[in-house]
């Protein structure tokens, strides 16, 4: 189950940052940099030990059920109406592509989150009632 303590708005929108900062272009790694994975955005980032299970991320949600059970779950995530992932773009797809496709999913995300928590307190979850004369 995901963390409460973790806002999915807060956390796309640090990924959005991290990933616009060049966050998985810094050569100082040996390897590639993984998205989520190797960003602030992964429960286990800079952990190399007590890892946290991925079914704790908050990232889970966006997860199809049947891709929960992955090694790597936040890789199956639907980027785009081509049912795009970063799983098919890392097999498809130039890094490049790959940071194009993410950067433009989380803007929608990150809207469409934002719409959702206006239109909540629209609807009556955090209006004050008016007073009857």
Not at 3 to 26: A, C, H, M, N
Not at 61 to 79: D, F, K, N, S, T
Not at 95 to 120: C, D, H, T, Y
Request: aromatic letters at 6%.
């Amino acid at each position: 189950m995901a963390s409460p303590k973790r806002d999915l708005l807060e956390v796309l929108r640090l990924e959005l940052e991290f990933l616009k900062s060049g966050g998985y272009r810094q050569a100082s790694s040996w390897r590639p940099q993984f998205i989520f994975e190797d960003s602030p955005t992964c429960l286990n980032f800079g952990r190399a030990e007590h890892k946290r299970p991925c079914s704790e991320c908050v990232l889970m949600q966006l997860v199809p059920m049947e891709m929960r059970g992955a090694a790597v779950p936040c890789r199956y995530i639907p980027l785009n109406a081509k049912d795009e992932t970063i799983h098919s773009l890392y097999r498809c797809g130039t890094p490049e592509e790959l940071e194009a496709v993410l950067s433009e999913w989380l803007m929608n995300m990150i809207q469409k989150l934002e719409l959702e928590r206006i239109q909540g307190h629209i609807d009556g979850h955090n209006v004050t009632p008016k007073k009857s004369a």
